[in-house]
Nanobody, 118 residues
Framework: GVQLVESGGGLVQPGGSLRLSCAAS????????MFWVRQAPGKGLEWVSG????????YYADSVKGRVTISRDNDKKTVYLQMNSLKSEDTALYYC???????????RGQGTQVTVSS
């Protein structure tokens, strides 16, 4: 079955950077769009970013546009999320997911915690 394992989260000061990674297995990674979604304490899932199978089309939420870059390596079956200029409101559990942009999440991993605090 689908397995998605996120890593790279941590505690960072406002203005700092983090690079999240998601290692995928159990499905044909190279033909699937991939997404990052997040959930802050007490809030619902928020779509953060997405990328098509070939990496040519990328999606970003308005809340992160200009600060976040999504990429993928189909040979390594890994999707990345480079986050810069982090803000306290970026604090959340970040999940790698399959599905359809802003429509539904089909599968997601266990998540990696990002905490932005001084």
């Amino acid at each position: 079955g689908v397995q998605l394992v996120e890593s790279g989260g941590g505690l960072v000061q406002p203005g700092g950077s983090l690079r999240l990674s998601c290692a995928a297995s159990g499905f044909s990674f190279s033909i699937f769009e991939m997404f990052w979604v997040r959930q802050a304490p007490g809030k619902g899932l928020e779509w953060v970013s997405g990328i098509d199978s070939g990496g040519g089309t990328k999606y970003y939420a308005d809340s992160v546009k200009g600060r976040v870059t999504i990429s993928r390596d189909n040979d390594k079956k890994t999707v990345y999320l480079q986050m810069n200029s982090l803000k306290s409101e970026d604090t959340a559990l970040y999940y790698c997911a399959t599905g359809s942009w802003k429509q539904y999440v089909a599968s997601r991993g266990q998540g990696t915690q990002v905490t932005v605090s001084s």
